[in-house]
Every structure is written in C-alpha cells, then in structure tokens.
C-alpha cells in the first residue's frame, strides 16, 4: 500500500477521484491509527505521521469510496484530569460522510468493567462498533435549486421519514421508512395537495440505538441521539451496499426541490450519544474528550449536562464550532437542504454557563456567507438554568414559539384571562420580537409537534397515557393544556366526537390565520392519533406511524386544513411582512386600522372586554388595504379583508358584525360550527349566532378610502406603490 503525507484540510475522508486524503483533529493525541476495515471484518492499521496544528492526515491512493474503516487514538487515559483515550475502541470519524452499521450495547464499547466501574476495561470494540465510510462526493444533480420561498409565504411540515412513509398504501413494502420512499411521487403528492413549502425532517444525521431500549424491545425513533454530523441515518437507507445513504438523500432532495418543497433539517449540535461518564466510548471521547465536551470545572470526570442527555458539546472551542460549521455548510452545499431548525439551541449559546445572544455560536452563523442566507430555527430553550430563551435570539434567527402554543392550547379549552395574550399570539408576538428588530418571521407558530400531543389528542385526553414506554407512565409532559372534550379516549359519544372535530379544525385554523410561520405536524391535517401517548420518543411503531386509511371524520379535517392552507397562500393579510400596528398607517388605501379587535357587539373591545377573565369570545379584523410595504418586486399588495370570530366558550354567543365603514357585505369563506353554507352572504351590523368552541372566518375585497368596494376581479392584484 502507497502512504502518501497529505493534507490537514479538509478534515474528514475526502475522495478526489483518484485516492482518499484522512485528517483527524486531536489535539491530546500521541499516536493515530487509521484503521482500514475489509469486508470480512479485517483490520489494516495505518499510522498516521504527519501531524499540523494538531490535525492528523495522511493520503491512501488506492482507497476507493465503500472503503470502510476507524482511527484507534493513542493518548492519556485520566478522567480526572478530563482524558479518555482508549486505544482499544476503534472510533468513528467525526466528520464520516456515511456510516455502517449500529452500535450495540456490548461490554467492549466500555472503557469500564461493567461490574466494577472502577476497574479499566481494554477488550477491542471493533466488532461491536459502527464504521465510517469512504463516499464519492459526485453526484448529478441536474438543474436542482432550492425553491427559495419567502418566509412569511412559508408553511412547514414536520415530518418523520418512517412515520410518514411506512404505512402508505402506494408504496411498496421495501422502501417504506426510507429516503426513497420520502421522494416518492406519492408522498410529494400529499404534500403538495396540502399546500406546505417546506418539509421540516426530524433528525436525518446518523445516530446511535439506545442500548436500555433495545433491551426492552424499543427502539429510538426520534433520533435526538447523534453521533455523526455530516452522515445520513443509515437505518433509512434502501440500499444495503456502505455510503449508498448518502445518493438516496440527495435524490429524494432533488425530487421534493422538482415539487418547489423545500428541506429542513432537525439538527441536534447540543449534544452527543456518547452519554455521560458511563457512556460508551465511540467517537469524540476517545478523540479529545476535553476538547469535545463542557466537563464540570472541579470534576473534570464528569459533564456539564444542560441537554438532559449527559453530556453537551463544548461551544467555545475553535475545533468544535469549526465542526459543526462545517456540517452546517456540507448539509447546504452538497446535500442541498434548504435550512436548519437546532434541537435546545439554549445550549449552543453558552459560553461558560449563561445564554449569551452574543457568543461565539451566533458570530460565526451572522458572518458566514452560506449559513447566513438559509432558514435558521432555534428551539430556543435548554435544561440548563436560565436556558428558555423564547424572544431572545439574535436577528438572523427564528424561534420555535412556546408561548404561541401555550396561549392557543389555553384560549381553546376555555381557560380564563388569556384573551389578551391570544390577541398577541395572532398578531405575530410583537412583544417576544419587535425589540430586537426582527419581523413576524421570527415566531414559528405552532400548537403541537412531535414532542407531545397530535392535535387530535389534544382534544381527546386530559392526561397522557405511556404506558407504552416502559416507564410507568411517568415519563412525558404532564402539564399538556388539554381538554378531552368530555371523555377521555377512545369513545362512540358521536357528540364528543363532533367537538373534538371542531375543536381540532379551531386549532388548526388558528395556527394559518395567524401571523408569523406556521408548522403544522405529520398527521394532524388528518386527525392522527397517538393513542394519548405525548412522548413517542421510543415508539417505532403503529402508535406513531401515519395512518392513511381514514374514517369521514378525517377526510374531513383533511379537506378543511387544505382549504385553510389555499386560505393564507391567496391573501396576504395571514402573512404580514411586517408587524401590525393597531393604527392607521401612511399611505395606506384605507381610513381603517390595520387590525382592530372587536367584541360580540361589533364595537371595538373596550378595557372591561380586556379585562373580564370570562371573556372568550372576540372578532379579528384584518384589513387588506392597510398595507403600505411594498413586496420583492416593487409592488404593494392590496387584498381582501377578513373578520374571524372565535367563540371559545361552551356556549352559543351572538356576535354581532362591525359598523359599514368596515365592510357592507361579508362572505363566509370556512369555519366551524355549522349555522352558515359557505359562499353566505352577510350585511355590516347583522347579528350571527355562533356555537360554543366555534370559528368563523368571512372575507369582503377591498374598499377605497370613501368607503366604495372594489370589482371581484381586481382582489389580491398588485398595484404599483
């Protein structure tokens, strides 16, 4: 074998076409083995000889893409002192571009005898460890770009790549759960018919089975549990062949790029699967585990943990930033995807131990030309103290609104005192946003995601019910702010059942009228349900796949949440760029607010209206003509108004429509509730009986500053500003 020096960079396995070029960083290293593994399980070690600022390269001429292979790290073993080199482990790449095989919970993958943890345990992993692999980084992508939808026009679907794909009767059975299957025709047409821009995809990089499921016969299914960054889950793959996940990825990109959908990865850089100090020994903790992970300053045996998970990255060392900024730019440059949303993104912007807006994290994202220009998400919370950070990132980000879902959870069970935060809530969170210069952009709105309730068990159960998990029902929220709409579960009443319908359409309009981006989760447009379970983390299985055989309820929310959809995509109003002001603006072909909140009787809501705890009722009103911003191509938009009631009462209540300097007539476009067929017309100051838990959403098109309606034809058209 030819063993040429090569280079420090880039780090990782770099295929030219002709040979393979290794870098591995450690910077407590004394010796690096490249390990070459053969098909038979053999070993061919390499030392490596050539070291530059503490990265180790070496380049094979005749190593070839399908090449599996591992470094073995020579260096101190010293937990106390923060050092866990263990030869014996044979160790992943971290910046493997694919990898084989699964982790098993074998004793060798231990520096520790199990029995005796202080005792030191050198039995070789190889055979019970994953592998990297050598991957071609060619691949034809045609004349693919990335459909590049504005922000405020976009609508993200959370996704799962088995949960979505595994049971859908147009698929066959062999590529079911995998990335061939998620570019299928099939499931695009679904998403295509539902109106979504973007797919959201639950954690794609490779991670690791968690062995204390494994043994009770579960399985991780979120994939919160990374251990390589810049390699595809190799459990998703179609093909059996090494490294064949990372072509079937960027076709099934390509494919939802031809659909004009773009690709959002769930991202988990907060952490690792290596655990805590009893964790096994894979990749980074054999590396430079001081280097890699926030160990507790008097106790550098142990991790300083704000994930929960036992261990957190080290985000104030140039290696680790620079290893995750590489991931972010390989993901964008030659995977394709279209965005990030970052799992506890809290955790990321911890220097030492508080949240800091300002760290290193946030400096390099605003400055790097690539990362900078894709969709950034924050989870914007940790375990750490101080870690809830809604409303606190920098201006580049968006943020997943907790305080959204709470308040829309809380105004829909009829909970009383929060109609002033809902109206913030519709009105796109000025209040959690404007102070840092940002738009309604930055609140992702969304009332459920996979950590919790679907929709249809948020009106189905008042408690959660894990059994399922092994743990006694004690894991998962137990503060869900639901309401079971009278029995909890599975029940015939068909009364309970036509509330939970409206209830869940409710919740489900309330999420697209409002301002801001909507996320909607797998399933809910269809009634899904979990069976009550809000922590399927470990369930791989019916309980948490899509179910495509629908009863006439679920076709039923299925058509109303695509109608919703079509709704926010042809009028402006439910997607501001900007925020609402509650005023009359400049320049604006209107004498009327912006928006006005209005009671049941037509007048604007007045401080005792505010102030009523029992108060759960209140009309929106959305005035097309008051938008004086002009758009990407120079024009401003003058559209359709809307009036949308909401009766969160269990009662029937009479709202009573505003005045005709808002509208002569109204049509009823959607809602719940029944009393009305849609296409209705409706007259300024007529009264209307609106059933408890009811929405009501009508549209008049626009009107000039004396008050004169516009001709049907000219709605929605843009006008030169």
Known sequence: MQIWTGQSYPLGATFDGSGTNFALFSEVAERVELCLIDEDGGETAVEITEVDAFVWHVYLPSVQPGQRYGYRVHGPFDPEAGHRCDPSKLLLDPYAKAITGMASNHPSLYSYQFDDPDQRNTEDSAEHTMHSVVVSPFFDWGNDHPPAHDYHETVIYEAHVRGLTMQHPDLDDSIRGTYVAMGHPAIIEHLTELGVTAV????????????????????????????????????????????????????????????????????????????????????????????????????????????????????????????????????????????????????LARELHEVDRLSAFFDIIQQDPIISQVKLIAEPWDLGEGGYQVGGFPPLWSEWNGRYRDTVRDFHRSEPGVIGDFTSRLAGSSDLYQHSGRTPIASINFVTAHDGFTLRDLVSYNERHNEANGEDNNDGESHNRSWNSGAEGETEDEDVLALRLRRAKNLMATLLVSQGVPMILHGDEMGRSQGGNNNTYCQDNEISWMEWDLDSDQREMLWFTQQMIALRREHPIFRRRRFLQGDVRDDAESSLPDVEWIGTDGAQMSAEDWDAAENKCLTMFLNGSAIPEPNSRGERIVGDSALVMFNASGNAVDFTLPPEDHGERWTVVLGTGGALDLGAQVSAGETLSRAGHSLLILMRPPMDLDGESSPAEDFDQPVRA
């Not at 494994?214 to 390589?228: A, F, M, Q, S, V």
């Not at 659909?259 to 020994?281: K, R, S, W």
């Not at 142990?302 to 390989?330: A, E, F, K």
């Open 200 to 347: 959201e995809l639950m954690p794609v990089h490779q991670y690791v089975q968690d062995g204390h499921l494994l043994e009770k016969d579960l399985r991780n299914y979120w994939g919160y549990n990374t251990i390589g960054f810049f390699a595809p889950h190799n459990e998703f793959a179609y093909a059996d062949a090494p490294g064949q996940q990372v072509q079937e990825f960027k076709q099934m990109v390509k494919n939802l790029h031809e659909a004009d959908i773009e690709v959002i990865l769930d991202v988990v850089y907060n952490h690792t699967a290596e655990g805590n100090h009893m964790g096994p020994t894979l990749c980074f903790r054999g590396i430079d585990n001081a280097a890699y992970y926030r160990l507790v300053e008097d106790d550098k045996a142990h991790y300083y943990d704000t994930t929960g998970t036992g261990n957190s990255l080290l985000m104030r060392t140039p290696h680790v930033l620079q290893l995750i900024m590489d991931s972010l730019r390989y993901w964008v440059t030659d995977m394709h995807v279209d965005g990030f949303r970052f799992d506890l993104a809290s955790t």
